[in-house]
């Protein structure tokens, strides 16, 4: 169902264990991962500071661009739950000065959206 859902577009959780080691050389001393999510070789990564965007590039995935939005810089979120017909649930994130969302998201119904929203909700508000 994992790779099924990442050629689908939909978000898996990932195991904050597995990533550490990926992500300490870009982590500030005081900063810790609280969500991460894949999405075939892209992630969305919570930490406790800021929202990292991970685009994985090339055939093999050895380029890899970080890109760091500090949580100040968010200036809306929203979140569609699943429904009866709709197999997935969609995270909207808008940065600041942007009048679309500039990052949508969508997370099979089972994954747990809410607990990164929840993530968003306390360090965005």
Do not use: C
Not at 24 to 37: G, H, V
Not at 46 to 54: A, D, P, Q, S
Not at 85 to 92: F, S
């Amino acid at each position: 169902m994992g790779l099924l859902s990442g050629i689908m577009g939909h978000a898996s959780e990932v195991s904050i264990e597995k990533i550490t080691k990926e992500f300490q050389p870009i982590l500030l001393e005081d900063e810790r991962i609280e969500k991460a999510y894949k999405l075939i070789r892209d992630m969305l990564v919570f930490t406790n500071k800021r929202l990292i965007l991970v685009n994985k590039q090339g055939i093999t995935g050895s380029k890899i661009d970080y890109q760091s939005i500090p949580y100040s810089s968010i200036k809306m979120f929203s979140k569609e739950s699943a429904g009866i017909a709709d197999l997935d649930a969609e995270l909207k994130i808008w940065l600041t000065g942007e009048t679309e969302p500039t990052i949508k998201q969508d997370f099979r119904k089972g994954d747990n959206i809410n607990e990164a929203y929840r993530v968003l909700s306390k360090y965005v508000l």
